[in-house]
């Protein structure tokens, strides 16, 4: 299985490429991340794509450009979401962070919801992780290779689950 991956310098997509695939990746050295036409020019080969990296709305806008191009292959695209999608977190300073989540959340049941496709959209939503956006954060956080686990069942699972929600206790 051949995967690109955006986002994956640090944190939760590092991880995943420790995972025995071939990763093509797309990181801030290979160009902006805004640039969908550039990454999925990188990607276009790949079984798997996943929609990794944070920045502003690029997850929607890769999600969206991703699957008018793939939509009659079977292929997949799995995007990392958060948990944060379907409640009003408490706390000050990731209202952004929360807004762009619903909207890739949108997206990949809009296109979920189309049920006539090859292409499968995938959308695993952690609760907090201990990364880099959480370190200032004293609360339970799942670890980095939980989420990668997590994308591992999705990756490797016959069976299309089309979204997941998953949480310490």
């Not at 036409?37 to 450009?65: G, H, M, P, R, S």
């Amino acid at each position: 299985m051949k995967i690109g991956i955006t986002g994956t310098t640090a944190g939760i997509g590092q991880a995943v490429c420790q995972l025995p695939y071939e990763f093509v990746k797309f990181d801030r050295t290979d160009g902006d991340i805004h640039d969908s036409e550039a990454v999925y020019e990188k990607f276009k080969d790949c079984d798997v794509f996943i929609n990794n990296a944070w920045d502003n709305d690029c997850q929607t806008k890769l999600l969206k450009f991703f699957f008018n191009k793939w939509k009659d292959q079977a292929k997949k695209i799995v995007s990392i979401g958060s948990t944060v999608a379907t409640y009003n977190p408490t706390g000050s300073g990731y209202s952004d962070y929360v807004d762009l989540k619903r909207e890739l959340r949108k997206a990949h049941c809009d296109i979920v919801n189309l049920k006539t496709t090859n292409c499968k959209s995938y959308l695993v939503n952690p609760g907090v992780t201990d990364t880099n956006l959480t370190a200032e954060q004293n609360r339970k956080k799942m670890t980095v290779q939980d989420v990668v686990d997590m994308i591992r069942f999705v990756l490797d699972h016959k069976l299309y689950i089309p979204e997941i929600y998953f949480y310490v206790e």
